[in-house]
């Protein structure tokens, strides 16, 4: 075996990764060697002034290499076992090792063993009940596991609990915020990791400017922040980015709204109220002039119809077109795209206004966007390009004056035909979207690229990557990826619209304000940080292609799998090492054979499983894979308190326990951040 437990020589370079604001369009990354405590960014925040600290994630990667791909003892624990079972078994069958790590999967409950294998899928010409058991039997006498049993097709295998406790409760109070995590799997080239780390650009949340941050958005925040979270532990270069709808037409009527509505000093306290207030009052302009004209329209229609003469009120309606707030909106917006400078101030002025109070709202739910891009930002050159691109390559053609791709004739039928300009020549939500696509590979060269972004949107999506395709760029196509997510059904606040991520939250917030929490010192933080989990946890129940009904009672409730229960979990944990007057930092030297009882041991076995849960989310990219997981956990230990009582033990066997909830402490506290949960320590 390559690694024995004890005597593994462990390299492991641990990073705390920390994220800067970005300075221009271009985020600086650093990575800070040795773990470095940044408990405040308040020094480099100080210019945009966040109210919460952004919290770092922490990595760690190894130069130490097992000779299976993909392998990393040092890293996961239970590639100590993975490599010694396929090594034996690799013995006895002559089938490649890597072959058979591949194959040796974790289980979903531990009675089925901490690591299974289905031998049928090593393709063996043989009966698999029959093989299984040959296997089985064959499993030579081992330290680490115990005679492996075999279930139908199955070999299951148990760890032994002593070594397991030693090498998993040893690593976590070391590793710390780093157990579980991976860097080496984001390496460009595993065998060559100075050629560097993949980079991934996700692009999330992008709400619209002036216009009310709906359901959708909420739920691509919570998903992107957690997939960058994911993509991060696992030593991917991560650019999170928020495409803004901040270009259209709707800006050239906001700016005239705001020169009869506007207040300045509105604008500069409350952007995002102020400039959606002002969007309601213009609208309702455009639909009182709506009226009229409209009816001038039927008139002339019905007097045409007659071949009756309509002159005279053509004139009329093009007096009436002509000082609509419509007509208004649009020479303005093509102001604005002609470049013309006053036009553009005030429209910069509402971006970075909104852009600012955006950032502090992120923060609350622990985001920092690396980059604010934006439909505003294409440049016309790029979608030129693409035009051209598309006309060379057939994919065009002109209808009715516009340029539209009618993807029924390109192979892909269920596309239907879009429209790529307009008969006025101007481009559209797609057309940006395309040109956005090349501009980021010009600029980032990523490896892959998210859009998080609603289910309501997947024909947008494969109609954007489809024709990313048919212009020539196959393999840009193909890095590309959309996640989706189904609706939120009956998002409303008690104080009615929702405009922004505040609204949404400011209930939730006053109904955990309700509940006294005498025991903390910041109770005000401490409601808004449980209001925040309460919304991103029932969110991240279930897979993300269901729906859900936003319930305000059930997601704040402490009884079921929902966040105050997380957080409760967790600041019990901290309570009971507050009150065991124990040296965190002494546990880890604890005498961990103390911990016998089935409770503890298979409790250990569940923590040994959190570098594989990273891992396995890794692939299915769901929240619910973590969330899963650590309600796995919540409900184990809250069966334990009253087996493995700490207060009251004797003073070694305090210590070990104290080491082993220190450990799930330290693994929940993890996971939750991975989710983008803040973890409190007292409630
Ligand atoms: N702003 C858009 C909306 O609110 C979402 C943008 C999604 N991303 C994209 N690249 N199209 O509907």
New binding site residues.
């Given amino acids: 075996m390559g690694h024995c437990l004890s005597g593994a020589r462990r390299f492991t370079a641990i990073f705390s990764l920390l994220r800067f604001p970005p300075t221009t369009s271009r985020s600086l990354k650093c990575l800070i060697p040795h773990r470095a405590q940044f408990t405040s960014r308040s020094s480099i925040m100080a210019s945009t002034s966040l109210p919460a600290s952004v919290a770092a994630l922490s990595l760690q990667s190894t130069d130490q290499r097992s000779e299976i791909p993909g392998c990393f003892p040092t890293l996961n624990p239970m590639d100590i076992y993975r490599e010694h079972i396929a090594t034996e078994i690799s013995k006895n069958l002559g089938v490649p090792v890597e072959k058979i790590y591949a194959r040796v999967a974790w289980t979903n409950t531990l009675d089925k063993g901490d690591l299974s294998l289905p031998v049928a899928s090593l393709q063996i010409k043989k009966n698999p009940a029959e093989l299984a058991s040959e296997v089985a039997a064959n499993f030579p006498a081992s330290d680490l596991i115990h005679p492996p049993t075999a279930l139908g097709p199955h070999v299951q295998f148990f760890c032994k609990p002593q070594p397991l406790r030693n090498t998993v409760l040893g690593r976590i109070l070391k590793e710390k915020a780093a157990y579980g995590t991976n860097g080496n799997q984001g390496q460009k080239d595993p065998s060559d990791p100075s050629k560097g780390q993949k980079k991934i650009i996700i692009?999330f949340s992008?709400?619209?400017i002036a216009k009310p941050f709906h359901a959708?958005?909420l739920r691509s925040t919570i998903i992107g922040g957690f997939l960058a979270n994911i993509y991060t532990v696992m030593g991917w270069n991560v650019i999170k980015m928020n495409?803004?709808?901040d270009w259209g037409k709707q800006y050239g009527l906001l700016a005239n709204g705001f020169k009869y509505f506007g207040n300045e000093d509105a604008l500069v306290k409350d952007p995002i109220n102020h400039l959606f207030d002002v969007y309601v009052k213009v609208n309702a302009l455009v639909s009182e002039q709506d009226g009229p004209i409209k009816e001038l329209k039927e008139q002339i229609k019905t007097k045409k119809e007659k071949s009756e003469d309509v002159a005279e009120l053509e004139a009329q309606l093009a007096k009436l077109v002509d000082v609509s707030e419509d007509e208004k909106a649009r020479r303005y917006f093509k102001s604005m795209e002609d470049g013309e400078p006053e036009a553009l101030a005030l429209w910069r002025k509402f971006r970075e206004l909104s852009i600012e109070k955006y950032k502090q709202t992120y923060a609350r739910l622990n985001i920092d966007f690396d980059v604010y891009s934006g439909e505003s930002q294409i440049k016309s050159e790029s979608m030129t390009d693409a035009y051209k691109l598309m006309e060379k390559a057939g994919v065009s053609e002109s209808s009715e004056g516009a340029v539209i791709v009618d993807f029924t004739k390109h192979g892909a039928k269920k596309l239907g035909k879009a429209i790529i300009v307009r008969k006025d020549g101007t481009p559209l939500?797609l057309t940006r979207?395309i040109g956005?696509i090349t501009e980021r590979d010009d600029e980032y060269h990523f490896d892959k690229m998210i859009?998080v972004?609603a289910s309501q949107?997947d024909l947008?999506?494969a109609q954007l990557f489809k024709v990313t395709e048919l212009m020539g760029h196959k393999d840009l196509a193909s890095r590309c990826q959309h996640i989706n997510f189904g609706m939120v059904r009956g998002m409303s606040t008690r104080k009615g619209t929702v405009k922004f991520l505040d609204d949404i939250l400011r209930d939730v917030v006053m109904k955990k304000n309700d509940v006294k929490y005498a025991q903390v010192e910041d109770p005000v933080k401490t409601a808004d940080t449980l209001g925040i989990t309460s919304v991103m946890v029932q969110d991240m129940t279930g897979k993300r292609v269901n729906g859900y009904d936003f319930n305000l009672d059930a997601m704040t409730s402490f009884e079921g799998d929902t966040g105050p229960y997380l957080q409760y979990a967790h600041a019990r944990l901290c309570s009971m090492t507050r009150k065991s007057e124990l040296d965190v930092n002494e546990l880890v030297n604890a005498n961990f054979d103390l911990l016998t009882e089935q409770h503890a041991v298979d409790l250990v076995r569940l923590l040994a499983q959190w570098p594989d849960v990273l891992l396995n989310t890794a692939k299915t990219l769901e929240p619910i894979t973590v969330l899963s997981y650590l309600f796995r956990m919540t409900h184990m230990l809250s069966s334990s308190y009253d087996v493995l009582k700490v207060i009251g033990s004797e003073p070694d066997v305090k210590q070990a326990r104290m080491a082993l909830y220190a450990s799930a402490r330290q693994v929940l506290n993890n996971g939750m951040r991975v989710l983008g949960l803040n973890p409190v320590e007292r409630m």
């Fill in positions: 692009e992008s709400p619209n959708g958005h495409y803004l709808g939500y979207d956005a859009y972004v949107q947008h999506l």
